[in-house]
């Protein structure tokens, strides 16, 4: 199984990005699927949590800035970003729990996306 980010950038402070997330290989069921950044300097952090019923959670630093969908159909999770801030700068890593048959789930990272935002 493989997760693959993209649509990370530069942007000016205000501006908006979309992060994708396709994953493949053998796949029989995703599960709960997420998306971290680690910005320079400081730890990994959770950014938003989207569950396979619909679910979702929101760090307090991106509500109402940003938004997680799926397209369950293309195994694959966005992340809308808009009015972003320089404090948004971060890798930014796609992670979901996948189940590759009915009994056995394993959590899955890409290998993240240079999200750049200038002042």
């Known amino acids: 199984v493989q997760l693959v980010e993209s649509g990370g950038g530069l942007v000016q402070a205000g501006g908006s990005l979309t992060l994708s997330c396709v994953a493949s290989g053998n796949i029989y069921s995703i599960n709960t699927m997420r998306w971290y950044r680690h910005p320079p300097g400081k730890q990994r952090e959770l950014v938003a949590t989207l569950t396979s019923g619909g679910a979702v959670h929101y760090e307090d630093f991106v509500k109402g800035r940003f938004t997680i969908s799926r397209n369950n159909a293309k195994n694959t999770v966005y992340l809308q970003m808009n009015s972003l801030k320089f404090e948004d700068t971060a890798v930014y890593y796609c992670?979901?729990?996948?189940?590759?048959?009915?009994?056995?789930?394993?959590?899955?990272w890409g290998q993240g996306t240079q999200v750049t935002v200038s002042s």
């Open positions: 992670n979901a729990d996948i189940q590759v048959s009915r009994n056995n789930e394993y959590g899955y």
